[in-house]
């Protein structure tokens, strides 16, 4: 068949583009890919590797505990941290963990392009596009560069898509459920293509996606057991659906980017919003989210089996479920390969060429890495998240052929359409007045933040210093212990441990003469003194406590992840013995030591929850039952213990007296208050808190407890 003059140059463009791209690929991004470790490739490769050396996982997303676990692999990365991933999408790299990193990353790059080749063929299969348009549509997705630059999992997670819709396209119903289960188990948000078959009564994609789930969440608690998981369902997922599992002041192509930028507070992040009210944030968050989501759940045709209108339906929840994410990064969009294909053949299939090539133009534009300059504020912030828009656009075309699709033919009954509006109306209600009350909550805590001058995105572990407050300050750039005046913030100081060793841990003491912290390297921890001259006090250990007189040093040592508190008497003295002030059984987390007859620690016994023990004239490490508790702080007097417990909102302080027993409530905060130490009144509070931040990226707060 003869072409004509613009098919000839049509096809020509192809293959220039595609060819540009291959270049591109091979010239640049693999051999950047390919001799660099960054984000996020460590963060799921370090949680295998844990298991994989028998390591205890259960704090595995604690961000100083696994930057210590990394440290001591000497891992070439100045950061990782594995917010908000689930447990079960580290398993993939369970078969690679006995490898080196950098060569774990080679075997995942591998696996990522070989990933492409059934995408590009049952992309083929489904949508009829040839094989050119397919792999031009893939070759012009900027994400893809950066899935593999980064070593992300998106490229894997678009195979399981597409074998899902190729799967059921093909009558294969169950291999489709346990294919979209798979990936809702590693990134959740897939989850939501079951609703296609919901709304369609296809029972066998359902049972055999609620069956997989079972299984997956079965094998990962086998593997990681069930603490992290408790840990990531009750604290870090809730983070994540309402946008503050990261950062979320950072303008990002998302809904709770933007709105927490406009109308949002937070005294370091976001001192001055467009227009600070809370109830903006909360009318608007739930609302516009639901907005988007709902055509694409409501255009659902039961009635309408055909294979375009299927691909339509599953592309517009596919789109819409990445339109309303907290946490949309470059990479994610590689997904947007499905949508694309389908409708840009179901615009070609109706010759609406036009509308397909600017259809593609929007498409490439979503995937451009836009700039985002961070120094503009208010309202300006809009400029900086084109990407959404983008999307919107994108979305408007997917939801208009869905439209156009049915008119005229029958649908499904008006009942189910109104149950279906009905619920989604009291689920964006409901969430309005959750939001509105969390986020009024979480603000009250600003009264007692103190004004530091060299605050991080994360500053923990507060300790009174003589004219003001010890803290450990974490940026890009390391961890940094910072000591601040009380009454004149610019008397801030900062000292750090030598730059050859690259994380300084949030372990740290003081005391007459001694400035004790923690020095991570490979391949374990030192504690080691500031005053004098980073001199090694310790090997093999963490978290130093000086003892009321100076004179004893209590710290934790670990064996395979489990922490076991230990007490040096003399500590500087040569050749003192150590002894062991818990039993092996016991995983210690977190230790107060006044003496060595007066500590308090938390600690794991038996896989079950953390709780505090305590050592006084009457006790011997013996369970106080308080609770799900940490971080115990045991006065300069002895008369309080402070501690956090965690109750259905977040880890908020407590407050015990030692001589009754009796137990009070400091704060009731829909966030986090941990690690309180006292100062020398023995009345007053230092704590980190993440209220209105990111969980556990904690700023420094100070409060009277005691009258």
């Known amino acids: 068949m003869t072409l004509t003059l613009k098919q000839r140059v049509a096809s020509w463009l192809e293959r220039t583009l595609i060819g540009l791209a291959l270049l591109y690929l091979a ?4 051999p950047k890919a390919w001799t660099t470790l960054n984000t996020d490739f460590p963060n799921y490769y370090m949680a295998a590797r844990l298991v994989h050396d028998g390591y205890d996982t259960a704090r595995m997303y604690d961000w100083t505990w696994i930057e210590r676990e990394k440290d001591h692999r000497a891992a070439d990365i100045p950061v990782i941290g594995l917010l908000p991933i689930t447990p079960f999408s580290t398993l993939a790299m369970l078969p690679v963990a006995g490898l080196p990193p950098l060569a774990a990353k080679h075997v995942w790059i591998l696996l990522s392009l070989a990933s492409l080749v059934p995408i590009i063929w049952m992309l083929r299969s489904m949508t009829g596009l040839s094989y050119q348009l397919v792999v031009l549509a893939l070759a012009l997705c900027f994400p893809l560069h950066r899935n593999l630059d980064f070593g992300q999992y998106y490229v894997v997670l678009l195979f399981m898509i597409v074998a899902a819709c190729w799967s059921y396209l093909r009558g294969w119903h169950v291999a489709a459920g346990v294919l979209i289960a798979v990936a809702a188990a590693c990134k959740v948000f897939p989850v939501l293509l079951l609703v296609v078959f919901l709304r369609r009564s296809k029972w066998k994609v359902l049972a055999s996606a609620l069956v997989t789930l079972l299984i997956a969440g079965a094998l990962s608690i086998a593997v990681f057991g069930w603490s992290v998981h408790r840990t990531y369902l009750q604290e870090i997922l809730p983070w994540t659906l309402h946008g503050e599992a990261m950062p979320p002041y950072v303008p990002s192509a998302s809904f709770s980017g933007i709105l927490h930028r406009l109308f949002l507070s937070e ?32 255009l659902i045709r039961k009635s309408d089996g055909s294979r375009d209108r299927l691909l339509l339906e599953l592309s517009a929840l596919l789109t819409a479920s990445l339109t309303i994410s907290t946490v949309p990064a470059l990479y994610n969009f590689v997904l947007m390969a499905l949508p694309v294909c389908v409708l840009a053949a179901v615009l070609i299939k109706a010759r609406r060429y036009g509308w397909a090539l600017a259809l593609l133009i929007v498409y490439l534009c979503i995937g451009l890495p836009l700039p985002s300059p961070k120094k503009m504020a208010g309202a300006w912030a809009l400029l900086q998240i084109a990407r959404l828009p983008l999307l919107l656009a994108f979305l408007s075309v997917n939801y208009g052929l869905l439209w156009v699709g049915s008119a005229g033919k029958r649908t499904e009954s008006g009942m189910a359409k109104y149950v279906w509006g009905g619920a989604m109306l009291v689920a964006t209600i409901y969430n309005i007045s959750s939001t509105l009350h969390r986020e009024r909550a979480v603000r009250s805590e600003y009264a007692y933040r103190l004004p530091l001058q060299q605050q991080g995105f994360l500053n923990a572990q507060p300790h009174p210093a003589p004219h ?20 004149n913030v610019a008397a801030a100081t900062s000292a750090r441990l030598p730059d050859d060793l690259s994380f300084t841990s949030t372990g740290q003491s003081s005391g007459p003469g001694s400035i004790l912290v923690e020095r991570v390297g490979a391949p374990h921890s030192q504690i080691v003194d500031l005053q004098r001259g980073s001199q090694v006090v310790l090997d093999d250990a963490r978290q130093p406590m000086l003892s009321a007189n100076g004179r004893d040093l209590a710290f934790l040592r670990d064996d395979h992840g489990r922490g076991r508190l230990m007490q040096r008497t003399d500590f500087i003295k040569e050749g003192v013995r ?29 896989g079950r929850e953390p709780e ?18 940490r971080y115990p702080a045991i006065s300069p007097n002895g008369r309080w213990m402070a501690y956090s417990r965690f109750q259905s909102n977040g880890w908020n302080l407590w407050v015990r007296d030692q001589a009754t027993g009796m137990t009070r409530r400091i704060a009731d905060v829909p966030c986090n208050q941990v690690q309180p130490m006292w100062e020398e009144d023995s009345k007053t509070l230092l704590y980190g808190t993440d209220c209105g931040r990111s969980l556990w990226f904690t700023a420094i707060a100070r409060r009277r407890v005691i009258p």
Request: hydrophobic share 40%; with cysteine.
């Open 468 to 487: 003001g407050v010890h803290y450990v300050s974490f940026s890009y750039e390391g961890y940094r212990l910072v000591t601040e005046a009380q009454e």
């Open 267 to 298: 005294p370091q992040w976001n001192p001055h919003p467009w227009h600070n009210s809370v109830l903006c944030f909360a009318l608007l968050m739930p609302t516009l989210q639901m907005l988007v989501l709902a055509p694409a759940v409501l």
């Open 27 to 30: 010239a640049h991004t693999l």
């Open 578 to 606: 150590e002894s062991a002030l818990t039993a092996p059984s016991l995983k210690v987390y977190e230790a107060s030591f006044l003496s060595g007859r007066e500590y308090a620690f938390s600690a794991v016994a038996n």
């Open 612 to 629: 505090i023990y305590l050592t006084d004239t009457s006790h011997d490490n013996s369970p106080l039952h308080l609770g799900e508790t």
